[in-house]
């Protein structure tokens, strides 16, 4: 492993460095914390169907990072939003699934 000093030089042991923040040590470290107590998600967003009982049409797939359900929910309403989606439903890691449905008030959870 490298580490930069000062002045863009490179050296092979922290020794040979002159006055290096740890900085940039303590954000991987942050990182890989958050990335351990996070979950990956997998969000599908749809439009509405064009007739009764006919599936909707798969607008976009995303796969993403979160910490907890309600940053996933929030961020996965925002997209939507954004998108003008219809409904999106998020894949979670343990098999179960969740689907939301815009309607009048907002969005409104829907058996999947």
């Known amino acids: 492993?490298?580490?930069?000093?000062e002045g863009n030089h490179w050296a092979e042991r922290p020794s040979e460095?002159?006055?290096?923040?740890?900085l940039a040590a303590a954000c991987c470290a942050r990182?890989?914390?958050?990335?351990?107590?996070?979950?990956?998600?997998?969000?599908?967003?749809?439009?509405?169907?064009?007739?009764?009982?006919?599936?909707p049409a798969n607008l976009t797939v995303a796969?993403?990072?979160?910490?907890?359900?309600?940053e996933a929910l929030t961020t996965?309403?925002?997209?939507?939003?954004?998108?003008?989606?219809?409904?999106f439903v998020i894949d979670f890691p343990d098999g179960t699934?969740?689907?939301?449905i815009r309607d009048?008030?907002?969005w409104r959870r829907d058996d999947a």
């Open 97 to 100: 699934t969740e689907r939301h």
């Open 1 to 5: 492993m490298l580490f930069r000093s």
């Open 17 to 22: 460095l002159k006055a290096v923040p740890l």
């Open 104 to 106: 009048s008030d907002g």
């Open 31 to 55: 990182l890989e914390i958050a990335y351990l107590a996070g979950m990956i998600l997998t969000v599908g967003y749809f439009a509405e169907p064009s007739t009764p009982g006919a599936q």
């Open 63 to 70: 796969n993403s990072g979160f910490v907890t359900h309600a």
């Open 76 to 87: 996965a309403r925002h997209t939507a939003d954004q998108i003008q989606a219809h409904s």
